[in-house]
């Protein structure tokens, strides 16, 4: 069992930058993918950046509207992931969610296993 809690999220005017954090519980943090997603009013959820590894390797995920001006980087030892998210833009305005899952494939495409409840992120224009 994991449990996620976002963190960070707040007002910021276009072209400024704000960092999120999922801070999860449980011992097995490490060997989890991890991601992000956001939903803004009237829309669906989406797949914004996720980390996973595959022995000593480590891949990053970015969705193509965030390539470029957001990273997510990961501490194993702290059982947290963050959302460096740089230069936003208006259309950054959302919901952010954290989310953990087993595998890549799933968590990608919105079926992770743990999700937490989410920050809100506002960006003035």
């Known amino acids: 069992q994991v449990q996620l809690v976002e963190s960070g999220g707040g007002l910021v005017q276009a072209g400024g930058s704000l960092r999120l954090s999922c801070a999860a519980s449980g011992r097995t943090f490490s060997s989890y993918v991890m991601g992000w997603f956001r939903q803004a009013p009237g829309k669906e959820r989406e797949f914004v950046a996720a980390?996973?590894?595959?022995?000593?390797?480590?891949?990053?995920y970015y969705a193509d509207a965030v390539k470029g001006r957001f990273t997510i980087t990961r501490d194993n030892a702290n059982n947290t992931v963050y959302l460096q998210m740089n230069s936003l833009k208006p259309e950054a305005m959302a919901v952010y969610y954290c989310?953990?899952?087993?595998?890549?494939?799933?968590?990608?495409?919105?079926?992770?296993?743990?999700w937490g409840q989410g920050t809100q992120v506002t960006v003035s224009s």
């Open positions: 980390f996973s590894r595959s022995g000593i390797t480590t891949y990053m």
């Open positions: 989310a953990a899952g087993a595998q890549l494939s799933t968590v990608r495409a919105g079926r992770a296993d743990y």
